[in-house]
T-cell receptor, first 113, second 113 residues
Framework: GENVEQHPSTLSVQEGDSAVIKCTYS??????FPWYKQELGKGPQLIID?????GEKKDQRIAVTLNKTAKHFSLHITETQPEDSAVYFC????????????FGGGTRLMVKP | NAGVTQTPKFQVLKTGQSMTLQCAQD?????MSWYRQDPGMGLRLIHY???????DQGEVPNGYNVSRSTTEDFPLRLLSAAPSQTSVYFC????????????FGSGTRLTVV
């Protein structure tokens, strides 16, 4: 089955700096790659996603890039703010019925004011 | 709009006890799933359902049962709790298969002693 690896497991940045989180996946049939943000005591919340027919997608300070050949995708957060501090998860799916999301291990992002 | 509601938020069980984790959604989503979250391991799929009366196993189904008698509810049953089931459990619903558009509940933190 699908295996998703996520790095780094923890990331500390200064407010205003950029943060990059990387994920690799194993199943070449995967074609949907969402990113989730989990704040303390809450469930994960979808922040951005990308499908395999797109190489990059941007939403304000957040962007995701996808390299299908290398089977990796990345989350980029620019101009980080303290409220960006959270655990971020990447995930992958083939999009078929019955194949739900496979998640990476998570990255704890800390933005220091 | 409540979204996905999970109860209880916290629970302590003794080894061998049984209990049911409740999950309800009010978005008329066909697709529902249960994940467990353990440190450094991301979220792992326990069971999922693609509609009322239809359920299937995920990555880590042993020790858990599910049923889906209505579109709204998807309870998770622990038949005989074990310390290895100490975890945070998340229910999610989606308007589509393949993991698109997941909405997560706020989680149930379960401790088995």
């Amino acid at each position: 089955g699908e295996n998703v690896e996520q790095h780094p497991s923890t990331l500390s940045v200064q407010e205003g700096d950029s943060a990059v989180i990387k994920c690799t996946y194993s199943d070449s049939a995967s074609n949907y790659f969402p990113w989730y943000k989990q704040e303390l005591g809450k469930g994960p919340q979808l922040i951005i996603d990308i499908r395999s027919n797109v190489g990059e997608k941007k939403d304000q300070r957040i962007a995701v890039t996808l390299n299908k050949t290398a089977k990796h995708f990345s989350l980029h957060i620019t101009e980080t703010q303290p409220e960006d501090s959270a655990v971020y998860f990447c995930a992958a799916s083939t999009g078929n019925a019955g194949n739900m999301l496979t998640f990476g291990g998570g990255t704890r992002l800390m933005v220091k004011p | 709009n409540a979204g996905v509601t999970q109860t209880p938020k916290f629970q302590v069980l003794k080894t061998g006890q049984s209990m049911t984790l409740q999950c309800a959604q009010d978005m008329n989503h066909e697709y529902m799933s249960w994940y467990r979250q353990d440190p450094g391991m991301g979220l792992r799929l326990i069971h999922y359902s693609v509609g009322a009366g239809i359920t299937d196993q995920g990555e880590v189904p042993n020790g858990y049962n599910v049923s889906r008698s209505t579109t709204e509810d998807f309870p998770l049953r622990l038949l005989s709790a074990a310390p290895s089931q100490t975890s945070v459990y998340f229910c999610a619903s989606s308007y589509s298969y393949g993991g698109y558009g997941y909405t997560f509940g706020s989680g149930t933190r379960l401790t088995v002693v």
